[in-house]
């Protein structure tokens, strides 16, 4: 039986837009944790507004009857609002948080891939065959020399013959099992966030790997856990699951661990390298120690993007010449760093330009080659969206590391 809220609060992460009609709106969900907009009716949006925790049904009835100049309004009509935003988990309830104790973390790009499993294979081996591509994966031959695999996280239709280049390369380069995701975080203000949810796809569920985020845990410290909405909206991690889904699926069960990093703003504004940062030495530190504790491989993803220009992401103009020709050129020097292997070279370049062009894979990337050091990088693909408008770029590539 549902336990309607006495002094319902909606939670954070909602927004309302209009939805053309005089005074009625759409609540939806900017955390993606409920897939259920909900239509709100100019009365209900007066309730919705004073559902803060503070206000009872009762004082609910009250405003929505006020906004009416007095006419009455049943308090069922309270209680239906109440109860369907709960249902939808909309609200600060215990239903809610039942729903993130929960196990499993449910896919929030359903779009950028299909809702169908037969779908989603399709369109992933395209991007081994199509122009531009590598081909098909072959039989694996690891020589145990692959450590870690930057692959981007833009949307598939754009990201495509990169996301195979990578993918060919660590189907054909690795033996492991456990993969260690660690990525971009682009909805949350800490610096690392961890999460013990699986992974849900169309493709099944992927489990986390809860020993290995127990020693993580042990090691780094307090503080992997704060922000307990961060993985759900966030995509860095879940297209490299799908990835690793499909390339799986028919040859071995796998397991993650999504580790999620905030920005190194602090390191560029203040022109001091992340290892003058203790907190991100300290997961480096963690990282090592726990591999050294692991006694199966560990393959890393690396989830991260390159520049990020263009009005979509507020620089005043357009994209075009001379523009574009810098920022490949400012691209391939930051790779070229990630091939030496030297985690300093490419912050400085990222850290001259003022990182100017959002090159949002720096804190995976420097973070995951600091703790493992590998010998060397091989840039295995560039790619780059340019909007025919100009209204943004984005670049992107494949780089394996490797002992």
């Known amino acids: ?12 992460g909602l927004a309302a837009s209009p939805n053309g009609e005089a005074g009625a709106f759409v609540l939806w969900d900017q955390l993606r944790i409920s897939h259920q907009p909900q239509p709100i009716t100019r009365l209900e949006f007066e309730m919705l507004k004073r559902m803060n925790g503070a206000h009872s049904l009762r004082e609910l009835q009250a405003a929505a009857m006020q906004a009416l100049g007095g006419l009455m309004v049943p308090i069922e009509t309270v209680l239906q609002l109440v109860v369907r935003l709960d249902a939808a988990l909309y609200l600060d309830s215990p239903r809610f948080d039942e729903y993130l104790a929960g196990p499993d973390r449910e896919p929030s790009c359903i779009g950028c891939y299909s809702a169908n499993s037969a779908e989603i294979r399709t369109q992933l081996a395209s991007y081994f065959t199509e122009e531009g591509g590598p081909g098909l994966p072959g039989d694996p031959k690891p020589d145990g020399r692959l450590r870690a695999m930057l692959l981007p996280h833009i949307d598939y239709a754009r990201g495509n013959v990169s996301y195979a280049w990578g993918m060919k390369e660590l189907f054909e380069q690795t033996n492991a099992s456990l993969f260690v995701i660690i990525a971009t975080s682009h909805y949350s203000g800490h610096r690392f966030t961890l999460t013990r949810k699986n992974f849900k796809s169309p493709l099944g569920t992927v489990p986390t790997d809860q020993e290995y985020i127990d020693r993580l845990v042990k090691h780094y410290g307090d503080g992997l856990f704060d922000d307990p909405y961060a993985h759900y909206p966030e995509h860095s991690v879940e297209l490299e699951v799908v990835c690793l889904q499909y390339l799986y699926e028919n040859v071995r069960p796998i397991r993650i661990v999504p580790l999620v990093v905030g920005s190194f703003g602090d390191c560029v504004r203040m022109n ?8 991100i030495m300290r997961m480096v530190e963690a990282l090592r120690m726990v591999e050294a504790q692991t006694n199966e491989p560990i393959c890393y993803v690396i989830s991260g993007d390159l520049a990020h220009i263009g009005p979509k992401f507020e620089d005043p103009e357009p994209v075009a010449e001379p523009l574009l020709t810098h920022s490949r050129a400012q691209d391939l020097a930051i790779m070229n760093r990630a091939e030496a292997a030297d985690m300093h070279g490419y912050f400085e370049v990222i850290a001259r330009e003022r990182d100017a062009r959002r090159i949002c894979g720096l804190p995976p990337t420097w973070t995951t080659i600091e703790a493992i050091r590998p010998q060397s990088g091989k840039l295995l693909h560039y790619g780059r969206y340019v909007h025919p408008r100009g209204h943004e770029s984005v670049s992107f590539a494949s780089v394996g590391f490797y002992s």
């Open 1 to 12: 039986m549902t336990t309607i809220p006495e002094r319902p609060r909606v939670r954070p």
């Open 272 to 279: 001091s390298g992340p290892a003058e940062r203790p907190d």
